[in-house]
């Protein structure tokens, strides 16, 4: 079960000749590398609900992407592309001598940990994606399906604010809050750790890469679709899912498809956060899965 838990050990790794803050629990050999969503998002959320597996054996290590938290937060458009975060994710990887990883990646985390699994396959040992996509197209077509459910009238609404420029509008945040209580987390109450991701939230790599919102994608990986290059992925993967996730169930069957190990489990009252919002069923397939991948 997640709690909030001291790192081990904070460092600081130079990306780029930038700094980037890396946050480590327990020890030992078998390391699992988190790379939390956003983008542009602290890793608070993500570090928090899995500090917790250092109590089962395992090397937890999460840190602030660059632009984000306690790292540096330039301000140059250019830095924000997939391409660069693999290799940031390579240098922290090394700089940290954590060797071959679980790496375990959400939302965005995913996309960026399936680029990274394709450029580096000989630095891992399982690839844990959670809540994420390989396809762009196709989850803007699921997006615009659930979008759907909130009425016909409701969707012009936010058409005509999406081509006027005006996604500020009260109206139109009304439905993203809406939106974001059904398909991202379905608590009442969203636990103190993905707040402080939010509060803190640097939205230039968010709307350079994705959009204005979780629910509009139109930043520079729109085009970004990763499925035909999933069966090189030789290492045993397991993606989780919400049964109401905004990156839908059918984006985890695409992956499962297409990659030749993997297995996939659906957590039927959980949207995009099953840790926070299922742990009880959360936590054991993980560690499930974990175990009997030790090497």
Known sequence: MWRELEPDQTRDVTVDGYTVKTYSFGAGDEVVLCLNGGPGLPCDYLREAHSCLAAEGYRVVAFDQLGTG???????????????????????????????????????????????????????????????????????????RLRCALGSETVAMMQRHEAQGTMDHPEYQAAITLLNYRHVCRLSTWPAPINRSLDDWNKAPYETMQGPNEFLYVGNLKDWNRVPDLPRIQVPALITTGQHDELTPACAMKMKLALKNAELHVFPNSSHMPFYEEPDAYYPVLLDFLKRNRA
């Open 70 to 144: 306690r790292s540096d937060r330039p301000d140059d458009v250019s830095l924000w592309n997939i391409s660069r975060y693999v290799e940031e994710v390579e240098t922290v990887r090394q700089a940290l001598g954590l060797g071959k990883v679980h790496l375990l990646g959400h939302s965005w985390g995913g996309w960026l940990g399936i680029d990274y699994a394709l450029t580096y396959p000989e630095a891992l040992k399982t690839l844990i994606l959670e809540d994420t996509v390989a396809d762009m197209p196709h989850l803007a077509d699921e997006l615009n």
